[in-house]
């Protein structure tokens, strides 16, 4: 049956899943209906944790048949995005704060031939990217503070994502709005009401022990509607 739902995607972060199991946990998303995989790329200098590298997209790359959203939390940004793409990234975030140069970074992916985007800290204003538009396909509002899964969502960011909504809109370009940090099924209504359409979650997919389910439930979906 084809489902009414409005075009939300959704990215489970493998930072929630079994470090033991990396493979076989992204394959068991894909399975259970994710668009994306993302994955959060610490560095324990711009974040104060430390994930995993290139090497790791690069043996996830030939065995999980999602895009790969690949969100770097990492300073410098610059010298490391040619590798990510190399292993395999399909869309790469930069950070707006991890480097004086935003533009170059942004222009630094498309060279590199992937799609770009943009996150957010929660302290940072959209003003940040109003002149880099044209470089950007994704921007991801950060509702925690970047570094580690299972936090709270930040409610303060809600108006955020509708002022960012707003601003792309008016700029006519097509840019999704992903919502990155606390998305669960009680949140993730109010961050898609305000505009965000790829839902990014860690804790609510990896911690559920029915993936399909959890996939669904954040799209607003009942078991009965999975596409
Ligand atoms: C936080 C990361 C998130 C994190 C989300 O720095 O960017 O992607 O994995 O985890 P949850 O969904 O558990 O908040
Ligand atoms: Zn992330």
């Given at each position: 049956m084809k489902s009414m739902a409005p075009d939300i995607l959704v990215a489970p972060s493998l930072?929630?899943?079994?470090f033991g199991r990396l493979a076989e946990e992204a394959t068991a998303v894909a399975a259970a209906g994710a668009d994306w995989l993302h994955l959060d790329i610490m560095d324990?200098?711009?974040?104060?944790n430390i994930s995993f590298g290139p090497l790791v997209l690069r043996a996830l790359r030939d065995r999980v048949g999602l895009p790969f959203d690949v969100h770097l939390m990492i300073t410098p940004t610059d010298p490391y995005i040619a590798a990510f793409a190399d292993a395999g990234a399909d869309q790469i975030i930069v950070h707006a704060?991890?480097?004086?140069?935003l533009h170059r970074s942004l222009q630094a992916v498309r060279t590199a031939g992937k799609r770009a985007g943009v996150a957010l800290n929660p302290?940072?204003?959209i003003e940040a990217i109003g002149h880099v538009l044209d470089l950007i396909d994704l921007v991801t509002v950060m509702t925690?503070?970047?570094?580690?899964?299972?936090q709270k969502f930040l409610v303060s960011q809600l108006e955020k994502i509708t002022a960012l909504r707003r601003m792309i809109d008016a700029s006519g370009r097509v840019i999704r709005i992903e919502v990155d940090g606390g998305v669960d099924v009680a949140t993730a209504p109010a961050a898609i009401a305000a505009g965000a359409d790829v839902l990014v979650a860690g804790t609510s997919v990896f911690d559920s022990p029915d993936y399909r389910g959890a996939i669904a439930a954040l799209r607003g979906l009942s078991v009965g509607e999975i596409r």
């Open positions: 930072l929630a899943a079994d324990g200098h711009f974040v104060p704060e991890a480097g004086y140069h302290a940072t204003s925690v503070n970047p570094g580690f899964g299972g």
